[in-house]
């Protein structure tokens, strides 16, 4: 991405941070909602395990959140002004997706006082409810991530909303690889690798609806006369390698085989290469889809 402008940069960063984080938080939560509905089931190792991991995915999910806003901030020029949009609000895009992450970082911030810090305790049901809470705060924040875009009319290769189901798609997907990465690294990470396999499953799907949002939106490109300049760009030199390797190879193919493969050979993961693989693309994603954009 060098010598591309700060205000392209700004935004990759955004749409990336803010849909990964997004992602890995709605995944976490959801398995967590899913998890402990059979907890007096688990082993005393496994319940730890998780807790860990749980805990480890909303401080990460809050990090990445908290950078994403910051990008988004810094892209305002004037900081202070995302102020005007709590105190006066108006029914707009942009103050759907400032209360989206508002909301998002409140939640999660709960959520981590009490799993992570233990500052106090909630009962199962509490739990059940901020956790419902959280899947529905990240849904919104990755749909915004496509919103941000789409309700731009003034450049007609994102004016379609099946760029938002694309971004939707690879935040969830990327959520899903950032969550079996960190889940690699915690403490007796066997057990929890093997009772990830249903997540597995979930990405394999994901990744297909995916790649069915992005034909579908580079269908609408090339039959959209007016993006022609920006198809110009897609299949040029420079960006058609990126295109092919880096959003389609990384962000989709290479990711599928390598959860097909591990599911259908192996009873649980070993080295999470096609999670960092499926990050990576994820990132080319939003930059090709913003200086195709931008022209």
Not at 43 to 64: D, E, N, P, W
Not at 150 to 179: D, E, K, Q, Y
Request: hydrophobic share 55%; with cysteine.
């Amino acid at each position: 991405m060098l010598g591309i402008p700060l205000f392209d940069t700004l935004v990759i960063l955004y749409l990336f941070l803010g849909g990964a984080a997004a992602g890995a938080l709605f995944i976490i939560a959801a398995w967590s909602i899913v998890f402990h509905r059979r907890i007096k089931e688990r082993h005393i190792r496994l319940q730890t395990a998780f807790k860990s991991l749980m805990s480890y995915c909303y401080v990460t999910g809050m990090i990445l959140l908290s950078f994403s806003i910051l990008c988004l901030l810094w892209d305002l020029g004037q900081p202070q002004r995302a102020l005007s949009l709590f105190f006066r609000p108006h029914l707009t895009v942009l103050t759907f997706g400032s209360y989206s992450l508002l909301f998002e970082v409140l939640i999660v911030a709960f959520l981590i006082a009490a799993n992570r810090l233990d500052l106090f305790s909630i009962s199962g049901r509490v739990r059940k409810v901020l956790e419902y809470l959280c899947c529905v705060g990240s849904s919104a924040v990755m749909i915004y991530t496509g919103v941000f875009l789409a309700t731009n009319i003034s450049v007609p290769f994102w004016n379609t909303w099946t760029l938002i189901a694309l971004f939707f798609f690879s935040s969830l997907s990327a959520g899903v690889s950032l969550v079996l990465l960190i889940d690699y690294f915690v403490k007796d990470r066997t057990l929890l690798l093997r009772a990830a396999r249903p997540l597995q499953k979930i990405h394999v799907c994901v990744l297909l609806l995916e790649a069915a949002a992005m034909a579908g939106f580079i269908a609408v490109a090339f039959f959209n006369q007016e993006t022609s300049k920006s198809i110009e760009i897609l299949l040029g030199a420079e960006m058609l390698p990126t295109t092919i390797i880096g959003v389609v190879g990384m962000g989709v193919i290479i990711p599928l085989i390598l959860e097909s493969y591990n599911l259908l050979t192996k009873p649980y993961r070993t080295i999470p290469v096609s999670d960092v693989i499926c990050l990576l693309g994820g990132l080319c994603l939003r930059y090709v889809i913003i200086q195709c954009g931008v022209h």
